[in-house]
Each structure stands twice: as structure tokens, then as C-alpha cells.
């Protein structure tokens, strides 16, 4: 199975991850438009987060409008606005000027009110030391009573630096020492050339890929660690969507590596 969507530009809305073969519970998708343009849909039976990667638009849940909302340019432009779309419920996106947007869905049973998610409601944390150093800002984190089922997040990783280290999963339903989400990952890189390389890895060895990650590119973890690394000189950014049958995230270290997080106080202590 091949986990790794290739970035196509396509004008509109793109899905990317919309295969129960490779995720049961999360879709996602991007939305590219130009000023004035309007796309227009329903939940149906899931939740989304609309998550404006760059620009500005106004959007419409119901009766609900927000106008103008999106502050940054870019990703690597500060924090996201975003908004949250409960199921059932016909939605619509107009942009202003030119804009992109990650559109984050899994299955919810409940309906809940829509909400806007400014920048200042979004809680960024350096997370790690030394090499694995990284900023993990929570959009609908783990805490987050606004969803049922999703979880999501951006990370920014500096360049040469590695995310999800020590490797992390979260595939068995294990309470209270693992939770079972998938995962899925949207990047881009600064500058746009650059690369990231991405594995993905079980325990027994029966699952084991990487991949050379490019800006726009997509990874889906139905299961096993996931370590990503930042190639020297280029920010990697990353878009992370999160959901299972359970909203509770309990990642489980990779026992050969787990150590390395028992030094970054050592280390942090040393380098400052």
C-alpha cells in the first residue's frame, strides 16, 4: 500500500485522503481558489476543520457567516485560523483574494456548533531539544472540547531538524498506555524546493517505507511510528489530522529509541 499523495495542483477542491482502504476514519482535502471564486458542500455524516493554509475568505456554516477571516499569507506566516463545521451541515467557502485551505473530516454521531478558531485560541509549544526541536501549535488538541472526534495541529520543524522523535504510533487501543488514531500529514516546505524525507515503520518489520516528501505532498499512518526529518536549509510544515473511535491521544514510543527523551533535559541544560 502506498501511503504517499504526490502534490497535483488543481484548481478548486482536491480530495486527497478519501480511501477506506488506507484511513477508516479521516478525510482530507485541499481547496485552492481565487478571489471571488465559491466552493460550496455538506458535511453529510462528519465533522471538519477548515484550516486556511494562506489568505483570506468568507465562510458560511448554515446561518453562521465569518467574513474575512485568515490572517497569515502562508504557513510559515504565523499561527492558522480555522473553522470548525459540525456534520450535517451545508457549508460555504468565498475566497478573498487568492487563498488555500486543508479540509480536515472524520465520522461524528453528534452535532455541535460550528466556531471559528482564531490564532490567539491556537497553543504553540517548543517541543524536544537539540536536533529534534520543534514547534507543535494545537488547533483542536487533545484538550479541546469543540470537536467529537477530530484532531488537529500544525508543526514546524527548522531545517535538519526531525518531528515525531523518539518515532512515536499510536495504533493499538491500549488505554492508558496507547491510543488508536490515525494519522495523516499535509506539508510544505521553505523555500518550496526543498525536501523532507518520511518513514513510516512497524515493530515487526512487516511495514517499513519512506518517502521523499515535497511541497504540497500528503502521508497517510493508519498505523506504525513516523518519524520526518527536514532536509538542511528548509523549514518543514506540516498540517496533522488525528481520529479514531476514541478522541484521546496516547502516542507509544519505539522502545529501541525512547531514551533519547530521557536526555533533553541533560541537553537542553547544556546547549541553553
Not at 488543481?10 to 488506507?22: F, N
Not at 526529518?229 to 481520529?243: F, K, S
Request: hydrophobic fraction near 30%.
Amino acid at each position: 500500500m502506498d501511503y504517499h499523495k504526490e502534490y497535483r495542483k488543481v484548481h478548486g477542491y482536491l480530495p486527497i485522503i478519501d480511501d477506506p482502504a488506507i484511513c477508516q476514519h479521516i478525510k482530507f482535502g485541499l481547496l485552492t481558489m481565487n478571489d471571488g471564486e465559491v466552493h460550496e458542500s455538506n458535511t453529510e455524516g462528519n465533522e471538519a476543520c477548515l484550516v486556511i493554509l494562506g489568505g483570506q475568505c468568507n465562510v458560511e456554516v448554515g446561518g453562521q457567516k465569518w467574513e474575512d477571516i485568515g490572517r497569515r499569507r502562508n504557513v510559515f506566516d504565523g499561527k492558522p485560523t480555522s473553522i470548525y463545521i459540525p456534520r450535517d451541515s451545508p457549508f460555504r467557502v468565498e475566497a478573498r483574494g487568492e487563498m488555500d485551505a486543508g479540509l480536515c473530516m472524520a465520522p461524528a454521531s453528534e452535532s455541535r456548533k460550528p466556531s471559528l478558531i482564531p490564532p490567539e485560541d491556537v497553543k504553540c509549544l517548543a517541543v524536544g531539544s537539540w536536533n529534534w526541536t520543534r514547534t507543535v501549535c494545537d488547533i483542536m488538541g487533545n484538550d479541546s472540547k469543540i470537536p467529537q472526534t477530530l484532531i488537529v495541529g500544525e508543526t514546524i520543524n527548522p531545517p535538519g531538524n526531525w518531528s515525531s522523535s523518539p518515532p512515536h504510533k499510536h495504533d493499538v487501543d491500549d488505554l492508558p498506555r496507547e491510543s488508536k488514531l490515525e494519522e495523516v500529514y499535509f506539508y510544505k516546505l521553505k523555500p518550496s524546493q526543498g525536501f523532507a524525507l518520511q518513514r513510516i515503520y512497524s515493530a515487526d518489520g512487516e511495514l517499513d517505507e519512506s518517502y521523499v516528501i515535497k511541497d504540497g505532498d500528503t502521508v497517510a499512518f493508519p498505523r506504525g511510528y513516523h518519524p520526518v526529518v527536514a532536509a538542511p536549509g528548509y523549514q518543514l510544515y506540516y498540517l496533522w489530522v488525528l481520529a479514531g473511535k476514541k478522541r484521546i491521544m496516547r502516542p507509544n514510543d519505539d522502545p529501541d529509541h525512547a531514551w533519547v527523551k530521557d536526555t533533553e533535559p541533560i541537553i537542553s541544560d547544556i546547549i541553553g
